[in-house]
Each structure stands twice: as C-alpha cells, then as structure tokens.
C-alpha cells in the first residue's frame, strides 16, 4: 500500500477512535460555505428530543429502583404529574403482585436486555398493562438501569375483543353442528327410513311384478339403505350422540371404531378405564381436539396408522394424538405453535379451545410424524355441566 494512503487510514482511524472515546467534542466540516461545527452537544440534544417525544414511557433507575429521570410520557401513562415521578421509586408504581418481575430484572446478574409485562397504579385504582424493557448501564461511573415502557392497555383490549370474537365463533360453530345434526337426524334421515320401509313392504308383493321392474326395486332398496348409513355416519360425525350422555371414552372408542370401518388410517385408542366424567366442556374440548387432529391426520399426514392417548395427571387431563406421516414443515410448525399460522383454522380452533380452559398446546413434528400435545386442567364442575354438548 502507497505510504500517502496508510498514512491517510491511520489518521481516519485515529479520528474514529476518539470519536468513540469521547476525546472529541466537536468536528469541524469544510465545506463550499465554509467549515461548519458538529459539536456532540449537538447529539446529546437531539437525543433529549427524541426521548422526550417517544410514544414510551423512558427512564433510568438506580439499583433500588429510584427514578432518576423520566421523560413527560411516563407521566402520562401514570396520569400523575411528571414531578411526582422523578425521585419516586419504580416499584412503587407497580401492583405489589407484580413488583418481584421488576426486582428480579434488576437483579438479573447475566446483564443482557431482559423484558417482562408488569401492571401500573394509576391514580382511582386503574391498573394499566405495560411491557418493560430493562437495559443495564454505567452512567458516570454508577450502575443504573435505562427503562422502556410501553402501555399495553389498547393492546390487551383488543386481544380481548378478538378471544371473545374467537370464543363466540367456536360456540356458533358447535351450536350450528348441533342444529345440522338435529335437522339431518329429525328431517332427511327419518323420511329416507320411511321410503326403505314402503319400498320394503312394495318388495314383499314383488312376485306381482315384471321383472325389470323387481331388479329396480332391489337397487332402489340398496340405494336408499346406502343413503340411510351415510347419512347417520355423517350425522354422527357432526355430533357423537354418545358424549353427552355416556361420556367422553364411550364417545370416543365408539368414534375411532367408525373411522376404523373406513379406508383411513387405522386409530388405537389408549383412553384410562378409570377415568371418572369430566365437566361437560372440558369432555366436549377434548373430543373436538381429538377429531380436529384425526382429520388432520387423515388429511394431511399420509400416515397409516395414528395413536390417541389420554392421561390423567395431578388435576389435569393430557392427551396426545401421533402420526407416523410426512411431519410439518419447520416454518409452518413454528407458525401453528405461535399462533401466527395464516392458513386453516383447525389448529387454531385447537389453540383457541384450550386458551378457553386455560391450558397449554403444542405441536412437535419431523420426518417420522406429529404429535399434538394438550394439557388441560380439570375444574370443578359448573353449573352447565350435564346439559348436552
Ligand atoms: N398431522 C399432520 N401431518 C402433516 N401436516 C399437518 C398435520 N396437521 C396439520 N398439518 C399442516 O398444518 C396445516 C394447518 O392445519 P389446520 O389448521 O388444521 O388447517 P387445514 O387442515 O384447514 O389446512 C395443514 O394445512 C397442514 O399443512
Ligand atoms: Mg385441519
């Protein structure tokens, strides 16, 4: 390399370290109008500004969580006025349930980012949702920490009106298969069972007519009979009569023994002999799990044979449904375990019934198949418990 040039990229250099170092106050810009000043308090302000204007809460904390500056946002999401913030401690603005999430952030020794959601006091006992984000810092030589608070609470509303939205969408479709499955069950399937049995009764006089006309009559009794059994088998599929009434492993052997009589693949079910009722909802979630994930299979999975296996375990229910097929692609398994799958809505139906009882799914999946795994508390009875699911 020329000398000229090292020499200039050593100096460049030189520049950019001081700059990093602080050594530098300002740079001086030679320009057509002349040389201009960058002074780095310059920075600093436009920084202030920043912080000042962002849409969250900024503020550094001591160790024990004493405020040492906060910007005006803060304030607001505490609708207090900004004086009273400054000088105060954090976690006295925190819920007591929820102080520990705080503290032990602060006392987090691996010094990384770390986040938590914690609930604020505002004044006439509001509480607002905030997420936190906690960066460590050495200001001037003291350890302290740099805040960023975010307000939850439009955030939370809408989740709550999208879960409710959800909830409702899930007991209209169950009430719609309800009201199906009555309708085929009351209507179509009772008139078709009268037509077998007519056409029946023609047969027994059949002697009486031309033959052409016998061998219609045969195909006529078949055809209705065939119509008669997919029909029940489709009623069924709809709305299991056993679940309300005889319960959950009644329901669902009697299921898996239906869709073994077809050509899919071939269910062994593992359901524990003394497993008591359970609360109607809970029974009703877990048979809609269980055949959300057979069609699946059936659809899906290309597997020959799947696996239904329920246990019992300290107050909760699990229950898993395994393949032995394709699996799921890495990117479509992430996005079906985080709720951000754009496509179908059997898994997040799944998703969304156990959010409901208030318990846990999860998919796992490779080249040698996929399991579903549920684990669902078991509540005491409700009052709604025993009604038809
Ligand atoms: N057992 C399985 N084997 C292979 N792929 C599956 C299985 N279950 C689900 N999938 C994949 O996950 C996707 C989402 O499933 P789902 O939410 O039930 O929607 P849909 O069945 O209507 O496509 C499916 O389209 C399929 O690609
Ligand atoms: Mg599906």
């Known amino acids: 390399m020329p000398r000229k040039l090292q020499e200039c990229l050593d100096a460049a250099e030189e520049t950019l370290r001081a700059l990093r170092s602080g050594e530098v106050d300002a740079i001086v810009a030679s320009g057509p109008e002349g040389d201009r000043v960058y002074t780095l308090k310059g920075a600093d302000e436009a920084y202030r500004i920043m912080v000042q204007n962002m849409a969250e809460g900024a503020l550094t904390v001591a160790p024990d969580g004493l405020i040492l500056f906060s910007n005006e946002k803060l304030a607001s999401i505490l609708a207090i006025p900004h004086e009273r913030v400054i000088?105060?401690?954090?976690?006295?603005?925190?819920?007591?349930?929820?102080?520990?999430?705080?503290?032990?952030?602060?006392?987090?020794?691996?010094?990384?980012?770390?986040?938590?959601?914690?609930?604020?006091?505002?004044?006439?006992?509001?509480?607002?949702?905030?997420?936190?984000?906690?960066?460590?810092?050495?200001?001037?030589?003291?350890?302290?920490?740099?805040?960023i608070v975010a307000d939850l609470t439009d955030q939370k509303r809408n989740e709550e009106v999208l879960h409710a939205l959800s909830n409702r969408l899930l007991q209209l479709h169950d009430e719609e298969r309800r009201r199906i499955a009555r309708g085929l069950h009351d209507g179509a399937l009772q008139r078709l069972a009268a037509l077998e049995f007519k056409l029946d009764l023609v047969g027994q006089r059949s002697s009486k007519l031309p033959p052409a006309a016998r061998r219609i009559l045969t195909e006529c009794?078949?055809?209705?009979?065939?119509?008669?059994?997919?029909?029940?088998?489709?009623?069924?599929?709809?709305?299991?009569?056993?679940?309300?009434?005889?319960?959950?492993?009644?329901?669902?052997?009697?299921?898996?023994?239906?869709?073994?009589?077809?050509?899919?693949?071939?269910?062994?079910?593992?359901?524990?002999?003394?497993?008591?009722?359970?609360?109607?909802?809970?029974?009703t979630t877990l048979f809609r799990i269980a055949q959300e994930a057979l069609s699946n299979i059936e659809s899906h999975s290309g597997s020959a044979t799947a696996e239904i296996l329920f246990r019992r375990k300290d107050g909760e229910i699990l229950l898993e449904v395994a393949d032995h097929g394709c699996g799921i692609s890495t990117e479509m398994l992430k996005q079906l375990n985080s709720g951000r799958a754009l496509s179908g809505i059997g898994i997040a139906g799944i998703r969304e019934r156990v959010r409901l009882l208030g318990g846990l799914m999860k998919i796992c999946?490779?080249?040698?198949?996929?399991?579903?795994?549920?684990?669902?508390?078991?509540?005491?009875?409700?009052?709604?418990?025993?009604?038809?699911?």
């Open 87 to 147: 000088g105060s401690s954090f976690h006295d603005f925190i819920v007591p349930e929820d102080t520990d999430i705080f503290s032990a952030l602060l006392t987090d020794e691996s010094g990384a980012r770390a986040k938590c959601e914690v609930r604020l006091k505002a004044p006439g006992g509001a509480l607002v949702p905030v997420s936190l984000s906690v960066n460590r810092l050495v200001l001037d030589g003291i350890d302290c920490f740099c805040v």
């Open 221 to 283: 009794l078949d055809l209705v009979g065939e119509c008669c059994e997919d029909l029940s088998h489709l009623v069924y599929l709809i709305q299991p009569p056993l679940l309300a009434e005889q319960g959950l492993g009644s329901a669902l052997r009697s299921y898996v023994n239906g869709f073994n009589r077809r050509l899919g693949p071939q269910v062994s079910l593992s359901f524990p002999s003394r497993l008591s009722r359970l609360p109607v909802d809970l029974e």
């Open 365 to 389: 999946s490779n080249s040698d198949g996929t399991t579903v795994r549920v684990k669902l508390p078991i509540k005491p009875p409700t009052r709604h418990d025993g009604q038809a699911a």
